[in-house]
């Protein structure tokens, strides 16, 4: 059975860091693009980051650059989301999502593309 399980969320200070982590089983992640995305309450889930199948080639919203880093760990079969200096803004719940496709240098921020899901982990950054 293939299956993505998120970990690593919680409750945070503003200005405070949460590592997340995205696990594979019964498949392997460095075949398939991987995007992490995010949905607050009353709002449209929405792409915040993503990595391709080559790892040079990384993809940011505008309101987490410089903030979040995304990474690989293959022989762990993980991909990470580095958050820091959280904002309240950014409380939702996290999902990754795997991507398959045959370009090694694609990866995408829209959601219907994608063909696995986690079942998401809540962040929440207080002020």
């Known amino acids: 059975q293939l299956q993505l399980v998120e970990s690593g969320g919680g409750l945070v200070q503003s200005g405070g860091s949460l590592r997340l982590s995205c696990a594979a089983s019964?498949?392997?992640?460095?075949?398939?693009?991987i995007g992490w995305f995010r949905q607050a309450p009353g709002k449209e889930r929405e792409g915040i980051s993503c990595?391709?199948?080559?790892?040079?080639?990384?993809y940011y919203l505008e309101s987490v650059k410089g903030r979040f880093t995304i990474s690989r760990d293959n022989a762990k079969n993980t991909v990470s989301l580095q958050m820091n200096s959280l904002k309240p803004e950014d409380t939702a719940v996290y999902y990754c999502?795997?991507?398959?496709?045959?370009?090694?240098?694609?990866?995408?921020?829209?959601?219907?593309?994608?063909?696995?899901w986690g079942q998401g982990t809540q962040v929440t950054v207080s002020s």
């Open positions: 990595i391709t199948l080559s790892d040079d080639s990384t």
């Open positions: 019964g498949f392997t992640l460095n075949y398939y693009a």
């Open positions: 999502a795997a991507l398959k496709t045959p370009t090694y240098y694609y990866c995408s921020g829209a959601a219907d593309e994608y063909d696995y």
